[in-house]
């Protein structure tokens, strides 16, 4: 088993839930952390385009994190839902007799039944008011425009549409890559060719997360499934329809890694990139697509086999500057390896 499977392992089994208490949150979240350093390669690398933003972020140490919906996979940052499964539990959950046990329960014990454990105070408190504030009658009213119909199916089908797009805008990511010698990289993202790669090395890597706390880096999970936001999804519903029965209640978000979960899975066919991910969650004043990344600075450019020497000139201009500015900055040319039957990549 690669690292990546295990890592996929590690993730689906860490859960952490919204009410956990801070202590709880980062004895849970650390070994996701520490996995992700021990296993970092030694470089990765990110294959550019000789556009005047690349090179403008080579010049100033920059690395621009752009939205999931801007990158080329049509599936990526895409979670999986299974709209059936849902509404039944829905169902089962706030309907007829189930509510009408709990209301009965709660007015003759004045407490929760056991399975509302895992709630906060505050939530058990809340919703423990609103159950002894309500009458029977009024309960089985609100619960009786509960009843899924073609019209609830459709709209709750249209609100975990637009979870799905919040869930595609509320990061943004710069992508790395394991291998600086792959030819489908080497087209699809530097111009066939034309482009230049940067290297990064796995201790300027390390300080800059540590000077970066907000900054996560995690490798992709390569495994043939989007992630499942079932759970989530039954979540966003659950207010939705607390909220639309007059009861204030903050449900607790069952699992707050769920951002990571949907950024990190990948289709299989992807593999070859060997991705590693720097994510940099959204927070409410911020505007705009990209997001920079500042101060990270390559060990090393590799200039494409079809560059052009305007562009590989200036390149270099600028690694001469950051020579006289303290940066120890290797150059290489990628070459094709004539001496090979396979269909190699070389660097020189």
């Known amino acids: 088993m ?38 970092l390669p030694d470089h990765l690398y990110r294959y550019r385009t000789c556009s005047e933003l690349n090179i403008g972020a080579f010049e100033s140490d920059s690395v621009w994190a752009v939205l999931p919906t801007m990158f080329n996979d049509a599936h990526d940052s895409l979670f999986y839902h299974n709209t059936d499964s849902i509404l039944s539990e829905l169902r089962n959950d706030l309907w007829g007799d189930n509510l009408v046990v709990a209301w009965e329960y709660i007015n003759q014990h004045n407490k929760l039944p056991e399975h509302f454990d895992t709630f906060a105070p505050d939530v058990k408190e ?8 309500i009458s029977k009658e009024e309960l089985i009213e609100k619960a009786s425009h509960l009843q899924f119909c073609e019209s609830d199916k459709l709209e709750a089908s249209i609100e975990m549409k637009r979870a ?7 990061a943004k990511i710069a992508c790395f890559c394991g291998n600086k010698y792959s030819n489908l990289m080497w087209a699809h993202y530097a111009d066939y060719h034309k482009g230049f790669l940067l290297e990064y090395d796995k201790q300027t890597i390390l300080k800059f997360l540590q000077n970066n706390s907000g900054a996560k880096l995690f490798p992709v999970i390569y495994n043939g499934k989007r992630y499942n936001a079932s759970h989530h999804i039954k979540w966003c519903l659950s207010k939705q329809i607390c909220s639309n029965m007059g009861f204030d209640i903050t449900i607790p978000i069952p699992d707050i890694l769920y951002f ?29 697509n990209v997001y920079e990344f500042k101060y ?28 006289i500015e303290g940066h120890d900055i290797k150059e290489y040319d990628i070459c094709i390896n004539e001496d090979s039957e396979r269909y190699e990549l070389i660097s020189k």
């Open 260 to 288: 990571e979960k949907t950024y990190l899975h990948k289709a299989t066919e992807w593999k070859e990139e060997e991705e590693w991910r720097l994510i940099h969650h959204i927070d409410s004043k911020e505007n705009g």
């Open 164 to 170: 799905k797009e919040y869930f595609r805008n509320q």
């Open 2 to 39: 690669g690292y990546r499977e295990e890592f996929d392992t590690l993730l689906s089994n860490t859960v952490i839930e919204s009410n956990m208490s801070k202590e709880q949150i980062k004895e849970l979240y650390i070994p996701l952390i520490d996995f992700a350093i021990d296993n």
């Open 296 to 323: 990270l600075v390559p060990s090393a450019i590799y200039y494409g086999t079809r560059i052009s020497p305007i562009n590989k000139k200036i390149l270099s201009l600028f690694v001469d500057k950051k020579r």
């Open 126 to 133: 809340s919703i423990l008011s609103q159950m002894t504030s």
